[in-house]
């Protein structure tokens, strides 16, 4: 029972009035029974809380940083007006406002009670109780209780460079619809004959079609189609690190999500798998437009665990999913205990059999500290900078002597870089 701050001010003038009329002890046991018998009729027109039937969606999904509604259902099957509060409880990272409800609900009767989320970072989170505190009509003592209504939202990555998505995928097109004899690569697929033109490689002439024809015919290619592309997420240690808004990880995801889309379009299958000493995460077997959805929920809840990535464990996870010859794109770090424990001992094997894009998101910072050199403290913070800078260096070219082709840019840059870098390898034939 929950007595109220309308209950004590009755409390006190009854206690005052009947002081002041009785002897001190009867006033006293008069202004008792007096507030216990309104109290009592309070409660007995106190709305039934197990008359109230709650219900909502299961799950919900935004993109992290947009607000999303979640609506409540409260439904009074009981013969009597409900009244009160309702507080709808969410994790603080959901940032729930409007969530405290007054209701005054007639029998029979439903309510749907909206309340906003605004997550600020992507997962899942699971509602809380709903805490009802229900009041008679008098407003002197009420009851509260909590019921479960089980809800989930779901808080998907933000893909902020989808506004780059069109453009990157007519591009693709435009490459698809133009003959591309003069750039002609391994692994172009033939597309048709046309009339030979004045400036035209006289390589790409078929003499077979040409003897059949009128006509001098080229041959013209178009970008190759049904390729595979494994994207790999490196999800140890490494993947933690704060660069900017966000980890290394969250940069990787933004860079995978451009890229599968585009590959998609560019009429790739795509699988992904997300690895530190497990599967933490896999899409498979998924095409099309329903691909960039998959994406976004499987690396929604994906987060960095700070273990050192089993490297051997994900080269043969990797070889067991990529049967045949695919690019593989793997998104890791070049520090240089990285590279000596993890990815060279296992890329020989890997570029053996596909072509592989290493892709590494780099920090603004420390190309920052390291031109800034105003005082003795920045002399050494250069100093130290200069010394990664210099090691990611000497991993690049390191790599590309390897015949792995490298990217490495900033989180907001990271996403078109890749994106140009496949659109040139479906270009020239290279995948």
Do not use: C
């Amino acid at each position: 029972m929950v007595v109220t701050g309308r209950l004590a001010v009755v409390a006190a003038v009854a206690a005052l009035f009947v002081t002041l009329v009785l002897p001190s002890w009867l006033g006293v046991a008069l202004a008792t029974l007096l507030l216990a018998a309104l109290v009592g009729v309070d409660l007995s027109l106190l709305g039934s809380p197990a008359a109230l039937e709650f219900s909502r969606a299961p799950m919900t999904t935004v993109r992290t940083g947009r607000s999303v509604d979640i609506e409540l259902g409260v439904l009074n099957t009981g013969g009597r007006t409900v009244r009160g509060t309702l507080w709808d409880d969410w994790p603080p990272s959901a940032r729930a406002r409007h969530r405290t409800h007054a209701l005054a609900l007639p029998p029979n009767t439903r309510l749907r009670l909206h309340t906003e989320l605004t997550p600020s970072y992507r997962g899942d989170r699971e509602a809380g109780p709903v805490t009802l505190r229900l009041l008679g009509p008098l407003g002197l003592a009420g009851r509260q209780v909590r019921r479960e209504v089980p809800a989930r939202l779901r808080a998907l990555p933000p893909f902020r460079s989808e506004k780059i998505l069109a453009a990157k995928v007519r591009q693709l097109q435009h490459l698809e619809g133009r003959n591309t004899t003069t750039i002609r690569g391994q692994g172009t697929e033939f597309d048709s004959f046309r009339e030979y033109v004045a400036g035209d490689d006289v390589r790409t002439i078929d003499w077979r079609a040409t003897a059949r024809a009128q006509d001098v015919l080229v041959r013209t290619w178009r970008p190759e189609r049904n390729r595979h592309v494994v994207m790999l997420l490196d999800t140890g240690r490494v993947s933690a690190a704060r660069i900017g808004d966000g980890t290394r990880l969250d940069a990787g995801i933004e860079a995978a999500l451009l890229l599968g889309g585009l590959a998609a379009a560019g009429g790739d299958s795509v699988d992904l798998l997300a690895f530190d000493r497990s599967v933490r995460t896999e899409v498979r077997g998924v095409g099309g437009k329903r691909l960039q959805l998959e994406l976004m929920h499987a690396l929604a809840g994906v987060t960095p665990a700070l273990v050192d990535t089993d490297y051997p464990g994900l080269l043969r996870t990797t070889l067991q999913r990529a049967r045949r010859r695919s690019l593989v794109v793997w998104f890791t770090h070049l520090d240089a205990a990285t590279m000596q424990e993890g990815l060279l001992p296992v890329l020989p094997v890997l570029t053996e059999r596909h072509r592989v894009l290493v892709v590494s998101v780099t920090d603004p910072d420390v190309a920052a500290a390291a031109i800034r050199r105003s005082n003795l403290d920045d002399l050494y913070t250069a100093a130290a900078a200069e010394n990664v800078l210099a090691e990611h260096a000497v991993a690049r070219e390191t790599l590309r002597r390897m015949g792995v082709r490298v990217i490495t840019e900033a989180p907001d840059r990271l996403p078109e870089a890749l994106a140009d870098e496949y659109l040139e390898l479906k270009q020239t034939g290279a995948l």
